[in-house]
């Protein structure tokens, strides 16, 4: 497990004070809580940069080769693989 390190945050009174209630309503310490926000904030934020990803790789995608399929195709091959069942991807048009 890498070492912890310090880092010093500023935060104004009125957010201060509210992790604080939120750390005695949690049976927490304030640095429990704001250890735990930066980790869901950094989570949350790294999924994100991963779908835009993703999404410009796709638009890439189609800009080169003008392949696509339709929501409605889309849609109903995800229903598919929701409900359990084995499904090919819908074919893309030009």
């Known amino acids: 497990m890498p070492k912890p390190s310090t880092t010093s945050l500023k935060l104004d009174t009125k957010i201060k004070e509210r992790v604080r209630r939120l750390a005695s309503a949690r049976r927490r310490s304030p640095h429990w809580v704001m250890r735990e926000a930066i980790e869901e904030y950094v989570e ?9 990803q993703v999404a410009l790789a796709a638009w890439s995608h189609y800009q080169t080769t003008g392949l696509y399929a339709t929501a ?6 995800l229903a598919k693989l929701e ?8 074919k893309c048009r030009a």
């Not at 949350?44 to 835009?52: A, K, L, Q, S």
């Not at 409900?83 to 819908?90: C, E, I």
């Open 83 to 90: 409900a359990g069942k084995d499904a090919a991807l819908p």
């Open 72 to 77: 409605d195709e889309a849609d109903a091959w």
């Open 44 to 52: 949350r934020e790294e999924r994100r940069e991963r779908f835009r």
